[in-house]
């Protein structure tokens, strides 16, 4: 009896066990039916990218591959959008898709995306005449990409931004790979290339390439571009290039006003130069570093400089020390004093203008002129002012030796300027009148001089015709008279003579004795009609 309620409650055990076990093996392969829906629900399988073409007509698409070519740059057919975006991407997709036909099928692989992303792979058949595209991509294959709304959103918005700026920029910008191919280009680039085929929501691919940049060159300096315009003219950029991990951006910024500058300025420095080729004055200008940097043929006659060594652009200092070497400057004391005469020469010569004469010891004489030029430069004037200095000598000479045979005279001479000055006097009139030498020349007048000669001698009615003289207009005639000195009595002899020009030569003579003063009338000028009546 015991025995068979052992073998129940065993049967019973097992039973139980049996059906716990079979329940927990249901609920855990229905837990896992549920979290896969579950996570089948919250990342859904992505949709294939698949195009389908006939010819250059697109037949039919999936959702992502509509997006695809909404997002692509306009073109004048579906097939030139799809190539827009794909043909950057995939070296030889135009030829190989023209072989689509013979091989039936066919797979292209990417060029390596930029950031690390995995190479998109394309897929190819030819499907009774049609061609099915398939674009795969390897980091979103079998498996969906939740994104956020409004991140997705603000990506949007900055590339609407991005786009913008760039189709308003008036440089043009483009980009190449690394064949040179351009795959992408602004709006003004398009413009100027004609890529537009009839409006701007036709694009012509592959895009037209404007500029022969060499390959070779070196991409860090900026490039002078010339393209020729259709009515002949041309238009000049400048090209800035950088490199980029497959390919380079490159940068056109229009330079015509730049270039019109250049030229404005060449010619007006051609114009200097055959200017300062002309004159007889020697330039040199030197630059802030004291290079220099323009001179003129004269400056090589006058400094005997030969023109190899002016045209290495000496300093300043090595180019004192050939004029010194050269005996065209003055001899100096010592070689220090020489140099502090010259550091004083460049100062002065930078703030502001200065001169100096240079006696060289040939015998000629050079009037040196330093003034500042902007951005710390100096310009120096070397002009041979010998034959200046020589005429101004002998000028010298000529009215000492005229003013030499005036003191020697005897008579009292004087002699006064249309205007009423008195220019020149000799040692007689001086000791006459008794006035200091050099002190009345151009600082007494006419009148100043009647009325010292009528304080040192009694009344004369000659006086008074003296004070007119120069006031007459017309013709005037020589006045003579004689009239008596107060202080020892001795008449004077007085002579008062029209010159050219209007000037007058006051003359006095002292007698010995002293007769009776007498006034002579004046004597007109004898006509050439009076005489010929005589």
């Known amino acids: 009896m015991q025995i068979e309620w052992l073998q129940a409650l065993i049967i019973v055990t097992t039973s139980v066990g049996s059906a716990l076990l079979a329940l927990g093996v249901l609920t855990a392969i229905l837990s896992a039916r549920g979290g896969s829906a579950l996570r089948t629900s919250a990342h859904p399988m992505l949709e294939p990218t698949v195009f389908l073409f006939d010819e250059h007509d697109l037949v039919d698409a999936t959702g992502p591959a509509r997006a695809l070519l909404d997002a692509a740059p306009m073109a004048a057919s579906d097939w030139a959008r799809f190539a827009a975006f794909v043909a950057p991407r995939f070296d030889d997709f135009d030829r190989a898709m023209t072989t689509l036909a013979e091989r039936g099928t066919l797979e292209l692989t990417s060029k390596r995306g930029e950031g690390g992303h995995a190479a998109l792979r394309l897929q190819a058949e030819d499907v009774n005449g049609l061609a099915r595209i398939t674009l795969i991509d390897p980091e979103a294959e079998g498996r969906g990409l939740i994104v956020d709304g409004l991140s997705q959103r603000a990506l949007e918005d900055e590339l609407d931004l991005l786009r913008l700026t760039l189709d308003h920029s008036p440089a043009l910008v483009w980009r190449e790979d690394g064949e040179g191919g351009i795959i992408w280009a602004n709006r003004a680039y398009m413009l100027r290339s004609g890529a537009f085929a009839d409006s701007e929501d036709a694009l012509v691919w592959p895009l037209p390439k404007l500029f022969p940049l060499d390959e070779n060159a070196p991409l860090s300096s900026p490039r002078r571009m010339r393209l020729e315009t259709a009515d002949g003219g041309a238009t000049w950029f400048d090209c800035h290039s950088f490199a980029l991990d497959s390919g380079a951006l490159h940068f056109a910024l229009p330079a015509d006003a730049t270039v019109r500058a250049e030229k404005a300025l060449r010619d007006f420095v051609q114009t200097l130069t055959k200017t300062f080729a002309d004159l007889p004055i020697g330039l040199a200008i030197f630059d802030r570093q004291r290079q220099l940097q323009l001179f003129n043929p004269a400056l090589i006659d006058l400094t005997q400089l030969g023109p190899e060594f002016?045209?290495?652009?000496?300093?300043?200092?090595?180019?004192?020390?050939?004029?010194?070497?050269?005996?065209?400057?003055?001899?100096?004391?010592?070689?220090?004093?020489w140099r502090l005469q010259m550091t004083e020469l460049e100062q002065a010569a930078a703030a502001g203008f200065h001169a100096e004469t240079w006696t060289l010891p040939s015998g000629q004489t050079y009037r040196v002129t330093g003034r500042p030029h902007p951005d710390g430069a100096i310009a120096f004037l070397f002009e041979d002012i010998s034959s200046e200095i020589s005429l101004t000598r002998r000028f010298r000479a000529e009215l000492e030796q005229g003013q030499e045979v005036l003191d020697l005279m005897t008579e009292a001479v004087a002699i006064f300027q249309p205007s009423g000055e008195l220019t020149a006097s000799n040692a007689a009139y001086d000791t006459l009148w008794g006035v200091e030498p050099g002190n009345t020349l151009g600082r007494v007048t006419l009148l100043d001089a009647v009325r010292l000669w009528q304080d040192h001698c009694a009344e004369s009615e000659l006086?008074?015709?003296?004070?007119?003289?120069s006031t007459r207009i017309g013709q005037r005639a020589e006045i003579t008279g004689t009239v008596q000195r107060l202080s020892d009595g001795k008449a004077i002899d007085c002579r008062f003579v029209p010159m050219n020009g209007g000037a007058m030569m006051a003359s006095f003579l002292p007698r010995e004795t002293a007769p009776e003063p007498q006034l002579s009338t004046p004597r007109r000028p004898v006509l050439r009609g009076e005489l010929l009546a005589r």
């Open 463 to 469: 006086w008074v015709q003296a004070r007119g003289f």
């Open 310 to 337: 002016l045209s290495a652009r000496p300093t300043l200092y090595a180019f004192l020390d050939r004029l010194r070497e050269a005996r065209m400057m003055p001899e100096p004391k010592d070689y220090r004093s």
